[in-house]
T-cell receptor, first 112, second 114 residues
Framework: GDSVTQMEGPVTLSEEAFLTINCTYT??????LFWYVQYPGEGLQLLLKATKADDKGSNKGFEATYRKETTSFHLEKGSVQVSDSAVYFCALRSSSGYALNFGKGTSLLVTP | NAGVMQNPRHLVRRRGQEARLRCSPMKGHSHVYWYRQLPEEGLKFMVYLQKENIIDESGMPKERFSAEFPKEGPSILRIQQVVRGDSAAYFC????????????FGPGTRLLVL
């Protein structure tokens, strides 16, 4: 079945450091891929998405490129801020479905 | 424009009691999805509903769990005779239609079973 694997956390970075959170997936067909962010005590917010191969999703300085050849959707940001501290979830939705399939989440802590 | 509303935000129950979790979708959204997040885990799909219909409940435990989305009022996730293993965060999401790519999530209900 479909699945998402993302790097284990927690990830601790200094402010203005470069961020990469790895995400790989297993799916049949052509899934849509998502990154959601969860701030402490809150629900999930959509950060960015990509619906087909080679699409790049971007938002708030974060980027991720849908790589079908490597079945990956790694999240990157060039310069993180303290306010980026949160849990980041990679997810997919199969081309024939509607339910989102989530990774376990990666906790990010950015220190001043 | 209010987002997805869930209440209560926190719920404490003793083993054997019932838990009722409510979800009001965003205005104009008629599709509701429930997910469960166990500690240290990602979210797992439970059930997908439209108004007055359960479309897919393949992720729901076979016993004690039920969900509804009546014509009027919020969607309800009901857990009867709760056990400690039911302790989790339960998130509701909504979308305006089935093929809508983006699901909008509520803040979740954190259930603790003592």
């Amino acid at each position: 079945g479909d699945s998402v694997t993302q790097m284990e956390g927690p990830v601790t970075l200094s402010e203005e450091a470069f961020l990469t959170i790895n995400c790989t997936y297993t799916a049949t067909g052509y899934p849509s891929l998502f990154w959601y962010v969860q701030y402490p005590g809150e629900g999930l917010q959509l950060l960015l998405k990509a619906t087909k191969a080679d699409d790049k999703g971007s938002n708030k300085g974060f980027e991720a490129t849908y790589r079908k050849e490597t079945t990956s959707f790694h999240l990157e940001k060039g310069s993180v801020q303290v306010s980026d501290s949160a849990v980041y979830f990679c997810a997919l939705r199969s081309s024939s479905g509607y339910a989102l399939n989530f990774g376990k989440g990666t906790s990010l802590l950015v220190t001043p | 424009n209010a987002g997805v509303m869930q209440n209560p935000r926190h719920l404490v129950r003793r083993r054997g009691q019932e838990a009722r979790l409510r979800c009001s979708p965003m205005k104009g959204h008629s599709h509701v999805y429930w997910y469960r997040q166990l500690p240290e885990e990602g979210l797992k799909f439970m059930v997908y509903l439209q108004k007055e219909n359960i479309i897919d409940e393949s992720g729901m435990p076979k016993e004690r769990f039920s969900a509804e989305f009546p014509k009027e009022g919020p969607s309800i996730l009901r857990i009867q005779q709760v056990v400690r293993g039911d302790s989790a965060a339960y998130f509701c999401a909504s979308s305006p239609r089935r093929d809508q790519e983006t699901q909008y999530f509520g803040p979740g209900t954190r259930l603790l079973v003592l």
